[in-house]
């Protein structure tokens, strides 16, 4: 009985200490997500995500491919 209350006293252990470290790492990595999200100013984004093209250009306009269609036989 000894070696059975060994094992499980083990095996207890190193549960509690898997669930410590994930408790912890879970913990510091919502700070760095918390602290990364409020640091940003909110007008960065509208601007890096607009498509670089000239101002007076048609946003909608219909692109024409370069290289033609290649027809594959089945």
Do not use: W
Not at 30 to 35: A, D, K
Request: with cysteine.
């Amino acid at each position: 009985m000894i070696l059975k209350d060994q094992i499980l006293e083990n095996h207890t252990l190193v549960c509690y200490s898997l669930d410590a470290f994930l408790l912890l790492y879970c913990v510091v990595f919502t700070v760095f997500f918390f602290r990364e999200k409020v640091s940003r100013t909110p007008g960065i984004f509208d601007q890096s995500e607009e498509p670089l093209r000239p101002k007076d250009s048609d946003p909608y306009q219909v692109l024409q491919p370069t290289k033609p269609k290649v027809r594959v036989q089945v």
